[in-house]
């Protein structure tokens, strides 16, 4: 069974920097890409990062790019997201997610993509 881990999410301040980190178990972790994404309330599933299984392709979504790092070590099982320069409107639950199967055609920047998910962790930013 594959299981998502979330944890480093917390209260901050404006400015802050957090460190967000994704523990997966339960499957052949180096295969498959991986994903972020956040969810405010009232608000859809949005985008955040997506980093492939070599760590050979990364993409960033528009509301953190140039703020926001997604990495990854294989070895360890571990997907990671580091944030710079947060903002209020960067409060969110922050979820990491990876498919059941995946090609290159998959859309991995869609949430509709994704199979497995963590049950999030709260990122909250105060100004």
């Known amino acids: 069974q594959v299981q998502l881990v979330e944890s480093g999410g917390g209260l901050v301040q404006a400015g802050d920097s957090l460190r967000l980190s994704c523990a997966v178990s339960?499957?052949?972790?180096?295969?498959?890409?991986m994903g972020w994404f956040r969810q405010a309330p009232g608000k859809e599933r949005e985008f955040v990062a997506t980093?492939?299984?070599?760590?050979?392709?990364?993409v960033y979504g528009d509301s953190m790019k140039g703020r926001v790092t997604i990495s990854r070590d294989n070895a360890k099982k571990m997907v990671y997201l580091q944030m710079n320069d947060l903002r209020p409107e960067d409060t969110a639950v922050y979820y990491c997610?990876?498919?059941?199967?995946?090609?290159?055609?998959?859309?991995?920047?869609?949430?509709?993509?994704?199979?497995?998910w963590g049950q999030g962790t709260q990122v909250t930013v105060s100004s």
């Open positions: 997610a990876t498919p059941w199967s995946w090609n290159s055609g998959t859309p991995l920047t869609s949430a509709g993509s994704y199979d497995y």
């Open positions: 980093i492939s299984g070599s760590a050979g392709v990364i």
């Open positions: 339960g499957r052949t972790f180096n295969y498959y890409p």
